[in-house]
């Protein structure tokens, strides 16, 4: 008996396919296959019905497989300990960032991560902020740069990189362009160029007018906030962003929306702290300087 086939044995018994059980274990089929049957002549026993299409646990195997779990999680609990007395961090780093959003600091903290832990792999994919929310509580990420409307998301931990208020970016020549504030009511007269729903600052806007009874009028929507600064700067509308995303646009004058109490947060946000983000949260607090 070995902890492979251990590994294999709780593979069938979750996807109950041998199929899926190889895909998930990174073997071959009949690989699976032949380390069950060892197993199965070892513990005197069968552990699967395979008379039917889907393989099913015998009354051996359903007894069999908590034990399976203990010594795999007791066999990973001696590897993490063994790998933090000797400073070593190894897996994979699954982290999620807002699409369109380049923020330096995240990419830095990366960087020192990677060079301080080599043997960590890091998976980065983008996606809109309630998607990236939704994919850290079902643990298919590990970590996440979002933007999250008015305050953190309820059973998550945090990280608060930005909190700030919204603004509305127009031409030089436009209407607002020369006010200090703008109401939010006033905006209706105009179009709005907005990201779209699921992000952030999307949301802090539709509550605040929903708050208001107020029906904006988005006619144009993009996921980069350059492209939506762009589109302001030649007159299509009026673009509704935070306040940092509009600092480096020389084409667009920026004024503060009064009667929006929500700010527009950007944050790290993950569940639990794992050895690999026990890792990573020094780098980042250290490129954000947090």
């Known amino acids: 008996m070995d902890l492979r086939q251990l590994e294999y044995f709780v593979a069938v018994a979750e996807e109950a396919n041998f199929t899926r059980a190889a895909d998930r274990v990174h073997i071959t089929q009949s690989g699976v296959s032949a380390q069950i049957r060892q197993f199965e002549r070892e513990l005197g026993a069968d552990l699967f019905d395979r008379s039917a299409r889907m393989v099913r646990l015998t009354p051996a195997g359903a007894a069999a497989l908590p034990h399976a779990r203990t010594a795999l999680a007791a066999a990973q609990a001696i590897r993490t300990a063994c790998d933090e007395v000797n400073g070593l961090v190894r897996g994979q780093l699954r982290i999620g960032m807002v699409t369109g959003c380049t923020v330096t600091p995240l990419f830095d903290a990366l960087a020192s991560f990677h060079r301080r832990h080599p043997r960590i792999t890091i998976a980065l994919s983008e996606d809109n902020s309630d998607a990236l929310l939704e994919n850290v509580r079902a643990g ?12 953190m998301p309820d059973g998550l931990e945090s990280m608060t990189i930005v909190s700030e208020g919204l603004v509305a970016a127009v031409a030089p020549d436009h209407a607002l362009a020369e006010r200090e504030t703008v109401p939010l009511r006033r905006l209706t007269a105009y179009p709005l160029i907005c990201l779209p729903v699921g992000t952030g600052v999307r949301g802090v806007l539709d509550q605040a007018c929903a708050a208001a ?38 084409g667009v004058r920026s004024v503060p929306i009064e009667d929006v109490e929500l700010p527009a947060m950007l944050a790290l946000v993950w569940r639990g702290e794992s050895m690999v983000l026990r890792a990573l949260l020094p780098h980042c607090r250290r490129a954000f300087e947090i």
């Open 213 to 250: 009874g107020i029906r904006p009028a988005v006619a144009l929507q993009a996921t980069a906030p350059g492209a939506i600064l762009d589109l302001a700067a030649r007159g299509l509308g009026v673009a509704i962003l935070s306040a940092s995303m509009t600092a480096e646009h020389e």
């Open 140 to 151: 298919r990420l590990d970590i996440a740069l979002a933007a999250v409307a008015g305050g």
